[in-house]
Each structure stands twice: as structure tokens, then as C-alpha cells.
């Protein structure tokens, strides 16, 4: 009975020192009560640029009292210790009570999907697309951080692409040099009409990679050209926007690197045609950005690191019996101020 005590407590206290080691990520066990009588700051005093948030629909560990409960990434690049005070949050124009909290303070781990168009259009900057892939390959390499990139090729078609002849038509998440010694092979091939199909492409890469349980899910689009879309009289898309956005929103991040033209202008603010793909990317909480004409761009300007690195979660309880939300976060830290707004949620 004695020994028997003796290796109960140690078992006990070794669980107590690897829990104490370990980098498990805690969360408060209960959200606060909503604040009552309280209004929206006004959003004109604050700047929309350098904050992303999106529905984290990942499940979590993490041990909070709320059986439904509403989670948001939430990130603030250059901002890395935060806590409540730094946010308000606004469901349907109503103050909510939440927690926030850090998921992993340990090496994280990535997971990129390369989505690349290899038309004929893409010749002149097809060079600069995949040295910049290249570039970007080799910069998270050095980070030290967790990576696994794939890479998936598109025209008309996916898997494989209909213009160009490739060994393997993709390479699923692997090493960064792996995708460095993939992407050097690719070249742009000939298709056919204007627009091209990053839909089916991005809805390929969400369901037939490898994704890793717990990783940051980033893709990261390259294109030039407007995308072909279900119903716009082809045989070959299968997706519209509205149909792709469920499995994306909450589960990954897209990112694009457009090649500036005729379709892509650097000053455009709305993306709600069906054929624009940068709409997909502000609705999963991606960064946009342009390439220059030669398909050069700074990928580590996309923030992905310091998007993870940065990135926390914010959790709150939903009062709101509407079909869909709108969200609003309010950020201050010093006499910085920051705002996003999110439409049109559902949970």
C-alpha cells in the first residue's frame, strides 16, 4: 500500500512538472457578463490598416465554461502582448463581454498552399512569380518556425494542369526546399480563354492536401487573370464564390498576389464581381497584394509569420438570434487605434 502511494505521487508529481515545462496554451475558464449601457466608439478616429480578424472555426483544447461560444483570430502585426484591455467587441451593434487569449507560445506550426497560375499570360511574369515563391521558401526556412508549403499549379483545369507537362501535377505540404525544387520546374503554358480557375483550385488544395492538425492554414493565390466560376457557361468550374466561402471562412487564410492589367487595378476597393478572387481573400481575413509586371512580389510582406506570430484569439459569447452577424473589433494601444469590421457572419 505504501509503494503504492509513493509511485502515486510521483506519477503526480511528474505530471505536474512536464505541465509545467510544457507550452500548453491557457485560456480563461469563463467570459465575462456583457457590459451594459455602453455605445460604439466612432469609427472615424480609427485606421482599418494593420488588423485582421476572421471566425476561428478550428476546434480548441482549451477548456472555456461556454458551450457555445464564438471564436475570432484577431491579428495585430507589431503588437505581441495583449490582453482585454486592448479590445472591444461589438456583435450586432452590442458591446459583448470576452476573454482573449494566446494560442501557442511555442514554435508554431504553417502550413501555405502555393495556388499558381501557369497560363500563357503568365509568361512575362511567370520568372518573378517563381522566384519570389522561391525567395519566400527559403525566408521561412530560415524563420525557424514549423513550415510545410505545397503547391498547386492551375489553368482551365487542376490536377493536372491541360497546357503544361510535369512530373507530379502538385506537390502536397512539404519541406520548404522541396517546394523551392518543385516550383523551379513549372513554366507557363498556352490556355485558352481569359479567365482561368483558382476556385477549383483552392477548393483542390483545401480538400486533397495534408493538412496538419493545429497548423495555421494559409493559401496564397498568383494570378493574373479573372477566374472562371460555376455558371459562366464552362464545363470545367464547379464552384461559385458563395458555395467556396463555407469551407474557407474560419478554416483558412488567403492570401493573393495579383499581377497588375486590365483586370487586376492596385486601385479597385470592390471585389464583389463573381469572377474576382480577391473578395475570397477579404473574407478569410487574407492580406491583398500586387505583384509588379514581372511578376515579382515580396511574400514576407504578406505578414504570414508575424500574422501567426501576432494572431490571438478572442472569444465571446453570442446573444444575437439573427441569421448572420456583423463584428466589430476596436483596438488601442497607446495612441494607436485600430478597427475592422466583419458582415454577414454566420457560426
Given at each position: 500500500?505504501?509503494?503504492?502511494?509513493?509511485?502515486?505521487?510521483?506519477?503526480?508529481?511528474?505530471?505536474?512538472?512536464?505541465?509545467?515545462c510544457?507550452?500548453i496554451?491557457?485560456?480563461?475558464?469563463?467570459?465575462?457578463?456583457?457590459?451594459?449601457?455602453?455605445?460604439?466608439?466612432?469609427?472615424?478616429?480609427?485606421?482599418?490598416?494593420?488588423?485582421?480578424?476572421?471566425?476561428?472555426?478550428?476546434p480548441?483544447?482549451?477548456?472555456?465554461?461556454?458551450?457555445?461560444?464564438?471564436?475570432?483570430?484577431?491579428?495585430?502585426?507589431?503588437?505581441?502582448?495583449?490582453?482585454?484591455?486592448?479590445?472591444?467587441?461589438?456583435?450586432?451593434?452590442?458591446?459583448?463581454?470576452f476573454?482573449?487569449?494566446?494560442?501557442?507560445?511555442?514554435?508554431?506550426?504553417?502550413?501555405?498552399?502555393?495556388?499558381?497560375?501557369?497560363?500563357?499570360?503568365?509568361?512575362?511574369?511567370?520568372?518573378?512569380?517563381?522566384?519570389?515563391?522561391?525567395?519566400?521558401?527559403?525566408?521561412?526556412?530560415d524563420?525557424?518556425?514549423?513550415?510545410?508549403?505545397?503547391?498547386?499549379?492551375?489553368d482551365?483545369?487542376?490536377?493536372?494542369?491541360?497546357?503544361?507537362?510535369?512530373?507530379?501535377?502538385?506537390?502536397?505540404?512539404?519541406?520548404?526546399?522541396?517546394?523551392?525544387?518543385?516550383?523551379?520546374?513549372?513554366y507557363?503554358?498556352?490556355?485558352?480563354?481569359?479567365?482561368?480557375?483558382?476556385?477549383?483550385a483552392?477548393m483542390?488544395?483545401?480538400?486533397?492536401?495534408?493538412?496538419?492538425?493545429?497548423?495555421?492554414?494559409?493559401?496564397?493565390?498568383?494570378?493574373?487573370?479573372?477566374?472562371?466560376?460555376?455558371?459562366?457557361?464552362?464545363?470545367f468550374?464547379?464552384?461559385?464564390?458563395?458555395?467556396?466561402?463555407?469551407?474557407?471562412?474560419?478554416?483558412?487564410t488567403?492570401?493573393?498576389?495579383?499581377v497588375?492589367?486590365?483586370?487586376?487595378?492596385?486601385?479597385?476597393?470592390?471585389?464583389?464581381?463573381?469572377?474576382?478572387?480577391?473578395?475570397i481573400?477579404?473574407?478569410?481575413?487574407?492580406?491583398?497584394?500586387?505583384t509588379?509586371?514581372?511578376?515579382?512580389?515580396?511574400?514576407?510582406?504578406?505578414?504570414?509569420?508575424?500574422y501567426?506570430?501576432?494572431?490571438?484569439?478572442?472569444?465571446?459569447?453570442?446573444?444575437?438570434?439573427?441569421?448572420?452577424?456583423?463584428?466589430?473589433?476596436?483596438?488601442?494601444?497607446?495612441?494607436?487605434?485600430?478597427y475592422?469590421?466583419?458582415?454577414?457572419?454566420?457560426?
Amino acid at each position: 500500500m505504501k509503494k503504492s502511494i509513493i509511485l502515486c505521487i510521483i506519477f503526480v508529481t511528474t505530471i505536474l512538472i512536464l505541465y509545467s515545462c510544457s507550452n500548453i496554451p491557457t485560456a480563461p475558464s469563463t467570459i465575462p457578463k456583457d457590459p451594459a449601457g455602453t455605445t460604439k466608439p466612432n469609427v472615424s478616429s480609427y485606421s482599418t490598416i494593420g488588423i485582421y480578424a476572421v471566425v476561428d472555426k478550428q476546434p480548441t483544447l482549451l477548456p472555456i465554461a461556454v458551450p457555445d461560444y464564438v471564436k475570432l483570430r484577431v491579428s495585430v502585426p507589431g503588437f505581441e502582448s495583449l490582453s482585454p484591455s486592448n479590445f472591444r467587441v461589438f456583435e450586432d451593434n452590442k458591446e459583448q463581454g470576452f476573454v482573449v487569449y494566446k494560442e501557442s507560445t511555442v514554435k508554431n506550426k504553417i502550413d501555405i498552399a502555393i495556388i499558381l497560375d501557369v497560363t500563357g499570360s503568365m509568361s512575362p511574369s511567370i520568372q518573378g512569380a517563381k522566384n519570389s515563391i522561391i525567395a519566400f521558401s527559403q525566408a521561412l526556412k530560415d524563420s525557424g518556425l514549423d513550415v510545410r508549403i505545397g503547391v498547386v499549379p492551375f489553368d482551365d483545369y487542376v490536377n493536372p494542369p491541360s497546357d503544361i507537362e510535369i512530373e507530379f501535377p502538385y506537390l502536397d505540404l512539404s519541406s520548404p526546399d522541396k517546394a523551392k525544387d518543385y516550383v523551379s520546374e513549372l513554366y507557363a503554358g498556352f490556355g485558352g480563354d481569359t479567365p482561368e480557375n483558382p476556385y477549383d483550385a483552392i477548393m483542390f488544395a483545401a480538400t486533397a492536401l495534408e493538412w496538419r492538425v493545429g497548423s495555421q492554414k494559409s493559401m496564397i493565390i498568383i494570378t493574373d487573370a479573372p477566374a472562371h466560376y460555376k455558371g459562366d457557361g464552362t464545363s470545367f468550374a464547379h464552384f461559385t464564390k458563395s458555395e467556396l466561402l463555407p469551407y474557407l471562412v474560419g478554416y483558412f487564410t488567403i492570401h493573393g498576389a495579383f499581377v497588375p492589367g486590365s483586370f487586376y487595378s492596385t486601385s479597385a476597393s470592390s471585389f464583389s464581381a463573381e469572377n474576382d478572387p480577391r473578395e475570397i481573400c477579404q473574407k478569410t481575413g487574407g492580406v491583398i497584394t500586387y505583384t509588379d509586371s514581372y511578376g515579382n512580389v515580396d511574400l514576407t510582406a504578406l505578414g504570414i509569420v508575424e500574422y501567426v506570430e501576432s494572431s490571438w484569439i478572442v472569444a465571446f459569447e453570442s446573444d444575437s438570434s439573427a441569421p448572420s452577424h456583423t463584428i466589430e473589433v476596436f483596438f488601442e494601444a497607446g495612441t494607436t487605434k485600430k478597427y475592422t469590421k466583419l458582415e454577414n457572419v454566420t457560426y
